[in-house]
C-alpha cells in the first residue's frame, strides 16, 4: 500500500475540487429563464437539490480526510479512534479515512 499520507492528500484534493464544482451546480435556482436553458424550472430545482446533498455529503468526507490526515501528523494513523487497536488493513485499504476498527463500527 502506498504512503497514507500521499493517498489521504491526493483524496482531499480531489474531494475539494468535487466540492468547489457540486457548490457551483447547489446555488439558488436562477429566476432569468433564458439562463436555465432547456431545463425547466422545476427540473432546475430537483438538480439544484441533488447538487446541496452531495455537496453536504463531500463536506463529511473532507472533514473526515481532513482528521485522518492530522492522525497521520499525530503519529496514531491506522489505530481505531475508539478501542485504540490497529485497524484492520483491508478496512484501510477500502477506505483510508476511516476512524474505526471493524469491531468499533459493529456496535
Ligand atoms: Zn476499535
Known amino acids: 500500500m502506498s504512503d497514507p499520507r500521499t493517498l489521504l ?3 482531499l484534493d480531489k474531494l475539494r475540487e468535487e466540492l468547489t464544482r457540486t457548490a457551483a451546480a ?6 432569468d429563464q433564458t439562463a436555465q436553458g432547456r431545463l425547466s424550472r422545476m ?5 439544484q437539490a441533488m447538487a446541496a446533498s452531495l455537496a453536504e455529503r463531500l463536506r463529511t468526507e473532507i472533514r473526515k480526510t481532513a482528521a485522518a490526515l492530522d492522525r497521520v ?3 496514531t494513523y ?5 478501542c485504540g487497536d490497529e ?3 483491508l478496512r484501510l485499504a477500502a477506505d483510508p479515512a476511516t476512524p474505526f476498527c471493524a469491531g468499533c463500527v459493529k456496535d
Open 73 to 75: 501528523a499525530a503519529g
Open 87 to 89: 485497524i484492520e488493513a
Open 78 to 82: 491506522g489505530e481505531c479512534c475508539r
Open 9 to 11: 492528500e491526493n483524496r
Open 26 to 31: 447547489a446555488a439558488p435556482v436562477e429566476l
Open 43 to 47: 427540473d432546475a430545482m430537483q438538480q
